[in-house]
């Protein structure tokens, strides 16, 4: 019996009377001098401009007359009876009155209120072209206009361009006056592409082969090794599953193993490491299905759900719970593809962007087959289990057949071991014959549900593609006999579609911003009319046409952006000119050094003190020693090799953050998330210098450092250069240079007294460490 | 009541729905002058601007607050307004026999015959309102509680009802009420966590971390959880380095820092980063003080009960005396927690079946310690500037489930209240029906209840906003009015 969210307005029809329409009267009140002054000051408070109350706006005509959210016309000229504006300016029940009694304007006197009703059964006079405001048209906004490729801008220093996204950083530089910081030196380029593109640091090897490569192409080459190396792809996978909100659990208050989910992690992982082309990557995660890419559908699935337990018995709860799980689902395809919120749309039309209820409704008719289940996995790693499956049943079957006739002691024992050994396996093989990805079944039926609520559904409503882009894209519309698999191919091909004004743009828009930390539209997720403007609105559809005509490579983009000038810049000490225009260096005259993520800042740590397990994929290791109940999630303090993977292949319990790399911002899988906060808190400090995984990988990293530098031994002459060896690699390892001369001395005293793993704790905690130069 | 005044308005798959923006021409611009004179524009969303280096200063209040610090009082479980706030006679009457016209199924199943309170009520105080005896040294302080007793959930499942106490929404991963403080207005100690959640010595509630997590909020707004029993994580080096290392590991950490910052001038991350270590080891000083109660007194002690032969009642009376040492010190939010995971109301409020039986012993654990600490915050003079709020994530039914003892969960009428800094001493707010079916009067949301605790520190429910993926995301959403029947 979930609260029904009964607003006021529903009530008038109680009130409504069949009261006798009176007749209009010659003398009727004149709209500019005596209606108009009523409504700016008790109604214009709430219900004008852009954000009016209930979607109800009184400074417009037609919308005046079209009324708000699920009450018709707020006006039916000549019948004040019937006119919800009369009623509520009239009624005196809190619960109904207009305004309410929150609201600072007073309520219309009794004067007032026949005066309004005298205008209303008059005819409702309402001349044109005296309103206050004027409609514009909600679709016309640059985001929804078709992408045109733009001509390169000429620039002053046409030497600097490396490539063509370096000509609109460059113009838009010199239109404010400013030049671009000096390149960064190749050290610094190094540590910053390998911690972007891998989420790990250079190691002192590949620092060195950069360095001394005098070749052409050394930094293509940089850039080509670390694109194909898996890490890129464990590195670039969190970005997206950050946004899809992905974790292991189910979520709300039970919170219980969501057990087969990883298979879609390790998709997302596969699907950029092999550069799956983004149309291809967006058509699978809705419909993979459909080509033999099931697990790509966990996507759909990727929210909180509530579980058959948790939702009320009752047949109103378990509608609203399928409500709740397929606005999830909206949620997911809406912002993390189009960057357009549609989800806003579902108890009304939406306030800012052209999408009306219908529209949220008719996306929903094309996902309302899906299910949030586990379920048979149709891939080739559940078929060999099922293969495997069978072979042990008959082993198994064989093993009892025997037992049954009666063997000797001896051989009863073997046997029964044999079949404990068997179940084993089974329950082991078992697993991996399911997924917890889209579930599909026979569409639900969708009906426009008034306010929301499932309690009161309208118009039965089928799949029907926005209708805000019906001019520039062939309208998608399916009948009630199309089945479930065929609505989601035909919503992945419109969303797809190479000439989308959305899909390319919000892509290519995130890339960028996973390079620079904020995006060239700062709301990646919303590029609708309450998003934020592009900084570079030309460069995003140079980058959009570029993406689309390569055929939709995201590693093409991450070469365009990583070996261009704008990326090779410094990140160093600001110009004061350009400090005092763009401190936030969102027009680039610098590279926009941040702090690393959690997962990139505890996989550096493993890389660092050489203990970092490289095992891809599965089920994923666990963070915590038990789950949930009353001792909630304690956690694991040291880990053996298994916890020592990349922290992507954690099992990642929803809600709940990691005990000590948690606090640098790490998502909780609640609700999507287009970027990761930045903060600095005493909390994250305590942890990353006091915790038992620091402390342990400092003396792993000493380890390492003792072994790497062999050397001389322990004789007193020899321990201080041995020690200044040490600090030396240790350096390189941590942050790819070695230390300056004062660096150098302190660091050997403080190693000369407190040994090695000191040294090492300090370098772990440094900025320089932490940070993406 | 399906049917709205008419079906026109929602047919819209028309063009004009996508008209709506004003582009204000002249007349927009001379109505705006005339909304603002007469102070009607909507009002502007204020965030607060953050200082890197000081996350946690104390940043100013929209308006003239009348309470700087709150300490919420959080009973999960959903405990029974019928048995302990909200007085329902006529449920003798009608005991044992059906509620007519009412459901056939709630949350967890059939319905039974209603059921009279499970124990006695008596008048209490000057206002001689009518407390039951489950909880006889709360009820004694009736008279400076602002009851509200007609508060409704927008759900009847405990994990998303407790978010939405906490949060203001009944999804996962939104701000809560105390990150919202904290993110406006910081704290006035800076050698402690500004918000600080202290767990039940048997758990964590059932909505767990929600309750005091950031959501979107920057982390460093997060509650820090801490009880008398189990301090904050990582506040000592682990395994066996030696102070002298330690002291030495970090003077080097600085030092490396400092040289990489003159390379780096100006870079605000980087400063912040290096306070955010100096903050930390304050913390490390502070914490364990303020942790230990060596210094209460054993009258101190005697009165919370922190010496009961109960161990769980002891502990949460030590959790009660820490919740009063740190509003001592200024920590800006303080969120105390009675009861934890759902458990056949074994271990918190939620009283299905044997509601008599588990109440007997949940009150005994809560009301001594609760009340002692009210009156000890009392005595110290720190009501005058701390708001204290005693909360619950919705009521239960009037009548019993089918075949059981106890209560099933009911988000249509429930009773929670304040009391200290601010509010109205003596005053009950809202009604339910004479079953306590639902709320019939002054009917309220738990958008109101959170608006009017922000109103209380100065704060603006409609204004505090955070932008996130192109939202003013807001603690009330759209929704919210200030009690103000509760204020002085």
Same mark, same amino acid.
């Given at each position: ?6 607003l ?7 009130v409504?009377?069949s ?9 009727a ?11 700016v000051a ?26 708000g ?5 707020a006006v ?10 009369v ?7 809190p ?25 209303? %059964? ?42 063509g996204?370096d ?5 838009r ?9 000096p ?11 390998t ?7 250079p ?5 060195v ?6 070749t ?25 599953? %950050? ?8 979520? $709300? ?24 082309p983004?149309?291809? =990557? ?6 993979g299905?459909a ?8 996507f ?6 509530l579980?058959p ?15 709740e ?5 909206i949620i ?12 806003c ?6 306030k =800012? ?30 078929e060999a ?24 002691d001896?051989?009863?024992?073997? @046997? ?14 078992t ?8 579930s ?34 062939q ?19 419109w969303?797809?579609?190479?000439s ?20 060239l ?5 919303d590029?609708?009319r309450?998003?934020?403007l ?7 559809d ?10 939709w ?17 410094a990140?160093? #000490?600001?110009?004061p ?12 005259w610098r ?7 959690a ?12 203990r970092?397990?490289?095992?891809m994929g ?8 038990s789950r949930?109940?009353?001792?909630g ?10 916890g020592r ?17 948690g ?13 990761r906060?930045?903060?600095?808190t005493?909390?994250q ?16 990293f ?12 322990a004789? %007193?002459?020899?321990?201080d ?14 942050v ?11 660091c050997?005293?403080?190693?000369r007294?407190h040994?090695?793993?000191?040294l090492?704790?300090?370098?772990l905690n ?8 | 009541?399906n ?28 109505l705006?002058?005339l909304?603002?004179?007469q ?17 946690h ?15 919420v009082i ?16 006529? @449920? ?22 209603l059921a009279? #309170? ?5 008048p ?38 407790e978010? =939405?106490?906490?949060?203001g ?10 990150a ?7 704290s ?7 918000f600080?959640?202290?767990? %039940?010595?048997?758990g964590? #509630? ?9 959501g979107?909020l920057?982390?460093?707004?997060q509650?820090?959880t ?11 080096v682990?395994?066996?380095?030696s ?8 003077g ?24 955010? $270590?100096?903050?930390a ?16 007194s054993p009258?101190?002690l005697e009165?919370?009960g922190?010496?009961?032969?109960d161990?769980?009642?002891?502990a949460?009376?030590r ?7 740190l ?21 918190n409020?939620?009283g299905?079946?044997?509601l ?33 709020v ?13 075949g ?10 429930f ?6 800094a601010?509010?109205?001493?003596g ?9 306590g ?25 409609t ?5 996130h993926n ?11 009015r ?7």
């Amino acid at each position: 019996m979930p609260q029904q969210v009964v607003l006021p307005l529903v009530l008038i029809a109680v009130v409504l009377g069949s009261m006798a329409k009176q007749t209009a009267a010659a003398d009727a009140p004149d709209f500019v001098a005596e209606i108009q002054p009523l409504l700016v000051a008790h109604c214009y408070e709430c219900h004008a401009g852009e954000a009016a109350e209930s979607g109800l706006r009184l400074d417009i005509k037609s919308e005046a007359f079209r009324g708000g959210d699920g009450h018709g016309p707020a006006v039916v000229a000549g019948d004040a009876q019937a006119s919800p504006l009369v009623q509520f300016t009239r009624s005196d029940d809190p619960q109904l009155q207009m305004p309410p009694p929150e609201a600072v304007s007073a309520r219309l006197t009794a004067e007032q209120q026949a005066l309004l009703a005298a205008w209303v %059964d008059a005819g409702a006079v309402w001349p044109e072209g005296v309103d206050t405001a004027v409609l514009a048209d909600r679709r016309d906004h640059w985001a929804f206009r078709p992408v045109v490729r733009p001509q390169l801008p000429d620039v002053d220093q046409p030497e600097w361009v490396r490539n063509g996204l370096d000509a609109f950083i460059k113009s838009r530089l010199e239109a404010v006056g400013l030049s671009p910081s000096p390149e960064a030196d190749r050290r610094t380029w190094l540590r910053r592409v390998t911690l972007d593109l891998t989420g790990l640091p250079p190691t002192p090897e590949e620092s060195v082969a950069f360095l001394t490569d005098q070749t052409a192409d050394a930094y293509e080459r940089v850039v080509e090794r670390l694109l194909a190396s898996p890490r890129y792809g464990e590195r670039y996978a969190q970005h997206w599953l %950050d946004i899809v909100r992905y974790a292991d659990t189910h979520g $709300y208050e039970v919170n219980t193993e969501r057990v087969n989910a990883w298979p879609y992690r390790d998709w997302v992982i596969d699907a950029l490491n092999r550069d799956l082309p983004y149309d291809h =990557f967006v058509r699978q995660q809705l419909v993979g299905d459909a080509f033999g890419e099931d697990a790509a559908t966990g996507f759909l699935v990727t929210a909180a759900v509530l579980l058959p337990g948790q939702i009320g018995a009752d047949e109103a709860s378990k509608r609203q719970a399928r409500q709740e799980a397929l606005a999830d689902i909206i949620i997911n395809v809406s912002d993390s593809f189009l960057g357009l919120s549609v989800g806003c749309a579902r108890c009304h039309d939406h306030k =800012f962007d052209p999408v009306a209820q219908r529209d949220y409704y008719t996306m929903q008719a094309f996902l309302s087959g899906v299910r949030y289940e586990d379920r048979p996995y149709h891939a080739p790693a559940a078929e060999a289990a099922r293969a495997r499956i069978a072979e042990l049943k008959q082993q198994q079957a064989a093993a009892e057949a025997e037992l049954a006739a009666g063997p000797t002691d001896e051989r009863r024992g073997q @046997l029964e071991h044999d079949v404990a050994e068997l179940k084993k396996q089974l329950t082991a093989e078992t697993v991996k014959t399911r997924v917890f990805a889209g579930s599909f079944q026979k569409p639900d039926e969708v009906f426009l549900l008034s306010r929301g609520d499932p309690e009161q559904p309208g118009d039965l409503v089928w799949p029907q593609s926005l209708a805000a882009f019906d001019d520039q894209l062939q309208p998608v519309g399916l009948g009630p006999g199309a089945g479930d698999q065929t609505r989601r191919l035909a919503l992945a091909n419109w969303i797809t579609h190479p000439s989308h004004p959305l899909t390319a743009r919000v892509m290519v828009n995130r890339l960028w911003q996973w390079h620079f930390g904020i995006g060239l539209v700062e709301s990646a997720s919303d590029f609708g009319r309450n998003g934020t403007l592009p900084s570079h609105p030309l460069l995003l559809d140079w980058l959009a046409a570029e993406f689309v005509a390569n055929g939709w490579s995201v590693k093409d983009m991450h070469r365009q952006i990583v070996l261009s000038a704008t990326y090779r810049q410094a990140g160093g #000490p600001g110009q004061p000119e350009a400090m005092a225009i763009d401190a936030d260096s969102r027009l680039l005259w610098r590279f926009p050094s941040r702090r690393l993520e959690a997962e990139a800042i505890r996989d550096s740590m493993l890389a660092v003190s050489g203990r970092l397990n490289l095992v891809m994929g599965g089920r994923g290791f666990d963070l915590f020693r038990s789950r949930g109940g009353l001792s909630g999630f304690p956690p694991i303090e040291q880990f053996g090799p298994e916890g020592r993977r990349r922290m992507i292949y954690a099992h990642k319990i929803r809600m709940e953050k990691e005990s000590v790399f948690g606090a640098f911002d790490c998502p909780d899988a609640g609700q999507t998330l287009d970027r990761r906060r930045r903060s600095t808190t005493p909390i994250q400090a305590l942890n990353l210098f006091n915790s038992p995984f620091t402390i342990d990988e400092a003396e792993a990293f000493a380890a390492r450092v003792t072994q790497e530098v062999a050397g001389a031994g322990a004789d %007193d002459e020899h321990v201080d250069e041995q020690i200044s060896q040490q600090v030396e690699r240790a350096f390189l390892l941590a942050v790819a240079r070695a230390p300056d001369d004062v660096e150098r001395e302190a660091c050997c005293a403080v190693v000369r007294e407190h040994g090695l793993a000191s040294l090492c704790r300090a370098l772990l905690n440094t900025n320089e460490f932490l940070f993406l130069p | 009541m399906n049917q709205p005044l008419s079906c026109s308005g929602l047919r819209l798959l028309n063009r004009r729905g996508f008209l709506g923006e004003t582009a204000a021409g002249l007349g927009g611009i001379a109505l705006a002058s005339l909304l603002a004179e007469q102070g009607l524009l909507a009002a502007e969303p204020i965030r607060p601007v953050i200082d890197p280096t000081q996350p946690h200063a104390a940043r100013p209040p929209h308006h003239e607050a009348k309470a700087k610090n709150v300490l919420v009082i959080f009973c999960a479980g959903a405990v029974s307004q019928l048995e302990t706030w909200d007085w329902k006679p006529e @449920l003798v009457t009608w005991d044992d026999t059906p509620l007519p016209g009412g459901p056939e199924v709630t949350f967890q199943g059939p319905a039974g015959n209603l059921a009279r #309170p499970q124990y006695a009520f008596r008048p209490r105080g000057e206002t001689g309102k009518m407390v039951s005896d489950l909880i006889p040294h709360l009820a004694e302080l009736t008279d400076r509680f602002a009851f509200v007793h007609s508060l409704t959930s927008r759900t009847n499942t405990h994990g998303p009802a407790e978010n =939405f106490l906490s949060t203001g929404s009944a999804f996962d991963g939104f701000p809560s009420l105390g990150a919202w403080v904290t993110y406006a207005l910081g704290s006035e100690n800076q050698d402690l966590p500004a918000f600080v959640s202290i767990l %039940d010595p048997r758990g964590v #509630p059932q909505a767990s971390s929600n309750n005091w997590g950031p959501g979107f909020l920057p982390a460093e707004f997060q509650g820090t959880t801490l009880s008398a029993a189990a301090p904050v994580r990582h506040l000592k080096v682990a395994g066996d380095v030696s102070t002298a290392a330690d002291q030495a590991t970090r003077g080097l950490l600085r030092q490396l820092n400092e040289r990489h910052l003159s390379e780096h001038p100006a870079d605000g991350a980087l400063a912040a980063r290096i306070a955010s $270590y100096e903050l930390a080891a304050r913390m490390q000083l502070s914490m364990p003080e303020v942790g230990s109660l060596a210094e209460e007194s054993p009258a101190t002690l005697e009165a919370y009960g922190a010496n009961d032969a109960d161990a769980t009642k002891a502990a949460f009376a030590r959790n009660c005396i820490l919740a009063r040492r740190l509003i001592e010190r200024g920590v800006r939010f303080v969120q105390l927690f009675n009861g934890a995971y759902a458990s056949g109301g074994e271990l918190n409020w939620d009283g299905h079946q044997k509601l008599k039986e588990q109440y007997d012993r949940h009150a005994m654990i809560l009301d001594q310690p609760a009340a002692a600490l009210i009156r000890d915050l009392e005595q110290r003079g720190l009501m005058e500037e701390t708001l204290v709020v005693w909360c619950t994530e919705f009521g239960r039914m009037p009548f019993f489930q089918k075949g059981a003892k106890g209560r099933d969960h009911n988000p249509d009428g429930f009773t929670c209240w304040m009391t200290g800094a601010g509010v109205r001493q003596g005053v009950s707010y809202g009604k339910t029906d004479d079953l306590g079916v639902k709320a019939v009067e002054d009917v309220s949301s738990l958008y109101d209840f959170n608006a009017t605790i922000l109103h209380l520190l100065g704060l603006d429910h409609t204004r505090l906003s955070y932008l996130h993926n192109g939202f003013e995301r807001r603690l009330t959403d759209v929704h919210g009015r200030v009690l103000r029947e509760l204020l002085t």
